[in-house]
């Protein structure tokens, strides 16, 4: 049998990367072999939806393969993610080089119907019921870290957020699963895991029978309790179920990490409850409060969406007021993209665009500014760093995490790559510091 080829393309957030993963895993397993895009029988486009940049960017990569399939009928295209749950059959009518699509509910057929493409069968839309894709991603794009989605899906449905429909209602993992598949990765290699959902705070909700009431606080301290295992993170929180017992936990942990994604997406009350965030934002810096009480070494960061529709100016400056306030070591912020079938989309008092382009600009003056005094303090302190891959710009630097996941800088052999050293920071920037080790 002739060698298969595949290449991955991985768009959007840390959930497609575990994706990506778990799907590289399955394929390798079944004699298939990572190359690059030149040689593969089939590129994998693993996609986002969340906003209409994310979905522009891949249709504009995806025309770029027209002349090589009318060439030579390669490479066929497997549409994967969000965008394919949400637009992939119109898409794949425009691409005939699209042979394969799924959204992030059906991987679990996607070998087959990549296999069934290159033996020559039609295009394949996978919907309904699939079986999991059930495997252990230890053939990673990162051989130190590890992602593990521990809920799939949304249950929130915040008035602009398109991935309660892309990714489903929320559904968590049984525990036993996440904890072999922590302990498989640990032996595997792993130094650290990230267990993933969209809320995991709400982690176990939906659990019953003898699981019924083993929630996140529980499952962090057990994996955090795996042997080996030097870090773990998680991500994303919500404001409104990040209870006291997750604090108790990461305090009395070592390995779980100090560093802490709550996003807070406005600093008005109007609008945090037209977004249907079920919070206000007193109770948000409250909150952030007690969090840095309890872990006085942790790093906040957090996620903002300007020109929510009806957002006033007014209310605009309530969310750089409330930057400034908190005090944030990173903010992804966003202009509001409305995106189809979600309340928000479907209001009449849409901010233009050129307006959200400008609020984006002074959000992102102010929280620079920020970032560059907190990142200045840690100039001339140490600390512990993950060394992890090249940097992407300098020749000779290797790239590595602080445990409350700061990005450092540091020249380096790349066999370092997956060491823990000690490092002097030297130099700061908003966005990362240089450090030596010491
Ligand atoms: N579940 C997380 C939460 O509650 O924040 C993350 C959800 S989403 C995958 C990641 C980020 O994308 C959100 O935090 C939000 O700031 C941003 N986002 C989501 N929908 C958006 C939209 N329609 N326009 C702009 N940004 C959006
Ligand atoms: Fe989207 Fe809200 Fe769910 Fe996050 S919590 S994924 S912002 S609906
Ligand atoms: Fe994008 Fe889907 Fe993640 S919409 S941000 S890839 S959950």
Known sequence: MNQRYFAIRVFGCQMNVYDADRLRETLTSRGWAEGGEGDADFVIFVTCSVRDKAEQKVLSELGKYRASWEDCGKPRIALLGCMAARTGAEVAKKFPWIRVVAGPENLGGVADAMEESYEGGAPRLITGDTPELSCVPLSRSNRHKAYIT??????????????????????????????KEAETLVRGGAAEITLLGQNVNTYGRDLTGSLAGYGFSRLLADTASIDGLKRLRYLTSHPSDFTDDILDVMTSRRNICPGINLPVQAGSDKVLREMNRRYTRNEYISLARGIRAALPHAALTTDLIVGFPGETEDEFEQSVSLLEEVRFDLVHTAAYSPREGTPAAKRADQIPVRERARRLVRINGIQTEISREINERMVGHKFEVLLDEPAPKGEGLLQGRTAADKVVLVSAPPDMSGKFRDVLITASSPWCLDGEII
């Open 150 to 179: 521990i809920a799939n899906g949304c249950d929130q449905f915040c008035a602009y957020c398109i991935v309660p429909y892309v990714r489903g209602r929320f559904k968590s993992r049984p525990p036993e699963d996440i904890l």
